[in-house]
C-alpha cells in the first residue's frame, strides 16, 4: 500500500481531541471505505483527500501512512461486520442445527455485503493492498465466530478435529459464495439454501458421531 511519497518522514499522527478532528478523521475513514467499495480505485493520499473534502496534509494529521488508514478501515469495517453477523451465529443454533446456522450466515454475509459493497472483497481474489488486507481480516473475522460458536455448541468434540472440520466448511462456502446468482436471479434463494445444507450436513456428520 506504500508508495515513494508515502514513505517521506512525516510528523507523528495526532489522536483528535476536538470534535471536528474526530469528524474529520471519520470522514477519512468513510471515504476510504467508500473507494475500496469502488472496483479499479485505488487508495491513494490526493485522491482520498479530494474525496473526504480536505487537503493531504490533514490525512497525515491522523495516519503515519496508507498502511496505518489500512489498519483503521479494517477495524471500522470489521466492527460493522460483527455487528451484523454476530446475533445470528449462537452456540445454540450451531448445536441443534447446523443447516440452519450456515444459512444465517450465509443470509448475513448477504445482508453485509449489500449495505457494505466494500466487503464483497470477502469472496473475490484480491491484489495485494488494501482490500486484500480487508478480506483477509474478513475471513478470521468469520472464522473465528463460527470457531467460537461451535466450540461451545459442541464442546465434547475434539478441538482439533472441529477446526479442520470448520477450516473445509469456511473455504467451501467462501467458494460457494462467490458464484452466488445475481439478487434478482429467481434462483438465488435455492441457491444459498443448498450450499448451507450440504456445509451443515458435512459439519454435522463430522463432528456429532463424537458426542451424540
Known sequence: MNNSSDKLQRPSPRTPVRR?????????????????????????????????GCSPAAIYQFFADLDDLGAAIVEQVTEDAVAELAPRLSPDLARADPVAFFAALMDGVVALQAARPETLCLVRPQPDGPRAALASALREMIRAMVSDAFAEGYPEADALRREEVLTIAQHAL?????????????????????????????????LRPQVD
Open 20 to 52: 471536528n478532528g474526530v469528524a474529520t478523521k471519520g470522514r477519512i475513514i468513510e471515504a476510504a471505505i467508500a473507494m475500496i467499495a469502488e472496483d479499479g480505485a485505488a487508495l491513494a493520499m490526493r485522491p482520498l483527500a479530494r474525496r473526504a
Open 174 to 206: 467462501i467458494g460457494a459464495m462467490a458464484g452466488v446468482p445475481p439478487r434478482d436471479a429467481a434462483e438465488r434463494a435455492r441457491y444459498l439454501a443448498d450450499v448451507a445444507e450440504l456445509v451443515g450436513h458435512f459439519v454435522a456428520r463430522a
